[in-house]
């Protein structure tokens, strides 16, 4: 069968990819055809579009790209209808691909959403859409179900997708002593800095991480690059003082991290999954005007980071916004750092949150249910 993927993130590369790896087990006529990235590449099939040419972060980028993005559309648009698959598969992403689910529909394309949107905390209006065009629905929270089912619809839990990849990881995990020495990094713990993989999330936290970094030479900081993001992005925003950067190895650098500072994201849950104690932090343009904005009257959820979600409690503390400050992070970092109670505590919320998450096996469920639906 012939497969249409679009992803248009970095999270929607990996999941894309693992979904990819196992739609050829279970379908070995597959033919791929997608946006996405190196992984999603890696798999095989023809990428159309990388997913670096799409991310757009924030109100004020996506107002300032908007004929980018509406290219982008057009051009996606046009594709799918000369590719003519028998399936589109919609990976989070839900500006775009919300719009493309309305497009395929209406061209009589069988539409199959991966990774749902995150409705539940905002855009709630967006359920009409899911309704109206997207076929079978995938989600890979457990809390999802049950809201949407209240909705109306139901839904395909398959589990979550990460715990695929780091069990993965874990099967050629390189040891720590290999780790260190390919990086040129000391013995002292490790402090992971992942501020995030696009451009301006990185702007927007990675100068306060280092900022708390220069108060504990005790620990080693070291910054997850993505090779997405232009080296001058960190260069200049690191120089005056020496934190070491490496590229694709995130996994690698939480395998062996003591501690970690997190943009929120998927990483929050990657990190904890790993076990590492975190603080989550995110800011984007706007400061106190756009936080009261979507504090009030758009965001429906307590929290950000996905494993308070999941837990329905603050198990990790979060500086958004005008609460990302210098002193915020410094102190709550003192603590993940030192304080061994309050790094215990965060491990059985972790502990709890991996029992929610069940078992590994996510992208072999979601393919199969995908091929026997397609098939029937």
């Given at each position: 069968?012939?497969?249409?993927?679009?992803?248009?993130?970095?999270?929607?590369?990996?999941?894309?990819?693992?979904?990819?790896?196992?739609?050829?087990?279970?379908?070995?006529?597959?033919?791929?055809?997608?946006?996405?990235?190196?992984?999603?590449?890696?798999?095989?099939?023809?990428?159309?579009?990388?997913?670096?040419?799409?991310?757009?972060?924030?109100?004020?980028?996506?107002?300032?790209?908007?004929?980018?993005?509406?290219?982008?559309?057009?051009?996606?648009?046009?594709?799918?209808?000369k590719?003519?698959?028998?399936?589109?598969?919609?990976?989070?992403?839900?500006?775009?691909?919300?719009?493309?689910?309305?497009?395929?529909?209406?061209?009589?394309?069988?539409?199959?959403?991966?990774?749902?949107p995150?409705?539940?905390?905002?855009?709630?209006?967006?359920?009409?859409?899911?309704?109206?065009?997207?076929?079978?629905?995938?989600?890979?929270?457990?809390?999802?179900?049950?809201?949407?089912?209240?909705?109306?619809?139901?839904?395909?839990?398959?589990?979550?997708?990460?715990?695929?990849?780091?069990?993965?990881?874990?099967?050629?995990?390189?040891?720590?002593?290999?780790?260190?020495?390919?990086?040129?990094?000391?013995?002292?713990?490790i402090?992971?800095?992942?501020?995030?993989?696009?451009?301006?999330?990185?702007?927007?936290?990675?100068?306060?991480?280092?900022?708390?970094?220069?108060?504990?030479?005790?620990?080693?900081?070291?910054?997850?690059?993505?090779?997405?993001?232009?080296?001058?992005?960190?260069?200049?925003?690191?120089?005056?003082?020496?934190?070491?950067?490496?590229?694709?190895?995130?996994?690698d650098?939480?395998?062996?991290?003591?501690?970690?500072?997190?943009?929120?994201?998927?990483?929050?849950?990657?990190?904890?999954?790993?076990?590492?104690?975190?603080?989550?932090?995110?800011?984007?343009?706007?400061?106190?005007?756009?936080?009261?904005?979507?504090?009030?009257?758009?965001?429906?959820v307590?929290?950000?980071?996905?494993?308070?979600?999941?837990?329905?409690?603050?198990?990790?503390?979060?500086?958004?916004?005008?609460?990302?400050?210098?002193?915020?992070?410094?102190?709550e970092?003192?603590?993940?750092?030192?304080?061994?109670d309050?790094?215990?505590?965060?491990?059985?919320?972790?502990?709890?949150?991996?029992?929610?998450?069940?078992?590994?096996?996510t992208?072999?469920?979601?393919?199969?249910?995908m091929?026997?639906?397609?098939?029937?």
């Amino acid at each position: 069968m012939k497969y249409y993927l679009i992803a248009g993130e970095a999270s929607g590369d990996l999941h894309g990819s693992n979904l990819m790896s196992e739609l050829k087990l279970a379908d070995p006529e597959a033919q791929f055809r997608y946006f996405g990235g190196d992984l999603m590449k890696n798999q095989g099939g023809t990428l159309v579009k990388h997913y670096r040419e799409m991310a757009f972060m924030g109100i004020v980028n996506v107002v300032l790209n908007l004929k980018t993005i509406g290219r982008n559309m057009k051009f996606c648009q046009k594709d799918l209808l000369k590719f003519q698959p028998d399936v589109v598969i919609l990976i989070d992403y839900p500006g775009f691909n919300l719009r493309m689910a309305e497009f395929a529909k209406r061209h009589d394309f069988r539409v199959f959403y991966y990774i749902s949107p995150k409705v539940w905390a905002w855009k709630e209006y967006r359920i009409k859409k899911i309704k109206a065009f997207v076929d079978e629905l995938f989600t890979i929270l457990p809390f999802e179900t049950e809201y949407f089912k209240k909705h109306g619809i139901d839904v395909n839990y398959v589990g979550n997708p990460l715990l695929d990849s780091v069990a993965s990881f874990r099967k050629n995990a390189l040891p720590k002593e290999e780790f260190l020495a390919n990086n040129n990094l000391d013995e002292r713990p490790i402090v992971a800095l992942l501020s995030g993989s696009r451009k301006q999330e990185i702007k927007n936290t990675l100068p306060i991480m280092k900022k708390a970094a220069a108060c504990y030479p005790e620990f080693q900081f070291v910054v997850a690059g993505v090779s997405t993001v232009d080296k001058k992005t960190y260069g200049k925003i690191l120089s005056g003082f020496p934190i070491p950067l490496i590229y694709n190895q995130t996994y690698d650098l939480l395998n062996n991290a003591h501690s970690a500072l997190v943009a929120s994201g998927t990483a929050t849950l990657e990190t904890a999954v790993f076990g590492v104690p975190q603080t989550v932090l995110y800011r984007v343009e706007g400061g106190r005007v756009v936080q009261f904005i979507m504090k009030n009257f758009f965001l429906k959820v307590k929290w950000a980071s996905l494993p308070n979600l999941i837990l329905n409690k603050e198990a990790l503390k979060e500086f958004i916004q005008v609460d990302l400050t210098f002193k915020n992070v410094r102190d709550e970092l003192h603590r993940i750092l030192y304080e061994q109670d309050y790094r215990d505590k965060i491990t059985v919320d972790y502990n709890r949150l991996m029992e929610i998450l069940g078992e590994p096996g996510t992208s072999k469920r979601a393919a199969k249910i995908m091929t026997e639906l397609l098939k029937a």
